[in-house]
T-cell receptor
Framework: DGGITQSPKYLFRKEGQNVTLSCEQNLNHDAMYWYRQDPGQGLRLIYYSQIVNDFQKGDIAEGYSVSREKKESFPLTVTSAQKNPTAFYLC???????????????FGSGTQLSVL | AQSVTQPDIHITVSEGASLELRCNYSYGATPYLFWYVQSPGQGLQLLLKYFSGDTLVQGIKGFEAEFKRSQSSFNLRKPSVHWSDAAEYFCAVYGNKLVFGAGTILRVKS
């Protein structure tokens, strides 16, 4: 079955540590996205990528980094510069490049990141 | 810049009762509008979307939404709620980027 896989489901970060969240899709989608979800705030866009080897900052990119070396993979690193990393992180993909409107987003099941 | 307001943080309805979740948007032109549903600890699933044409949009799971330009609203409705509809619902608007509302948590009492 095609879909988006995020791992791990739960992740803990120590002070000053970088952690990487995995996102893999086998939908052959060009565009991939990372969102952060905090209670009562909806989803906020961190980074997005419309094509391999290219990505763009979203609304809250500070303290995060990404790579897009393969079409199916879009890992997110939460760096030590992100002072408030505790949140639910959602990865999404869509088949259309250049817009989030014409194709619906397919979401992974998320990763809950907590700080020890 | 566009924005989305979901005025109700929580809503509780009885099973079998009708449901309306409110969504108001701000954007200078006609945006693209979406409703997503999220079960606890899961990703989001698209319920329906409005791009143009008929202002009453039918979605999955028996949901519908009506676009009202004069009120800048895109409210989600369902005639008879089932216990399995308990979840968090997000309205989203695309003007020049996709923006999500803060969500409405739906509780269903039996």
């Amino acid at each position: 079955d095609g879909g988006i896989t995020q791992s791990p489901k739960y992740l803990f970060r120590k002070e000053g540590q970088n952690v990487t969240l995995s996102c893999e899709q086998n939908l052959n989608h060009d565009a991939m996205y990372w969102y952060r979800q905090d209670p009562g705030q909806g989803l906020r866009l961190i980074y997005y990528s419309q094509i391999v080897n290219d990505f763009q900052k979203g609304d809250i990119a500070e303290g995060y980094s990404v790579s897009r070396e393969k079409k199916e993979s879009f890992p997110l690193t939460v760096t030590s510069a992100q002072k408030n990393p505790t949140a639910f992180y959602l990865c999404a993909s869509s088949g259309s490049t250049g817009t989030q409107a014409n194709e619906k987003l397919f979401f992974g099941s998320g990763t809950q990141l907590s700080v020890l | 810049a566009q924005s989305v307001t979901q005025p109700d943080i929580h809503i509780t309805v009885s099973e079998g009762a009708s449901l309306e979740l409110r969504c108001n948007y701000s954007y200078g032109a006609t945006p693209y509008l979406f409703w997503y549903v999220q079960s606890p600890g899961q990703g989001l699933q698209l319920l329906l979307k409005y791009f143009s044409g008929d202002t009453l949009v039918q979605g999955i799971k028996g949901f519908e939404a009506e676009f009202k330009r004069s009120q800048s609203s895109f409210n989600l409705r369902k005639p008879s709620v089932h216990w399995s509809d308990a979840a968090e619902y997000f309205c989203a608007v695309y003007g020049n980027k996709l923006v999500f509302g803060a969500g409405t948590i739906l509780r269903v009492k039996s």
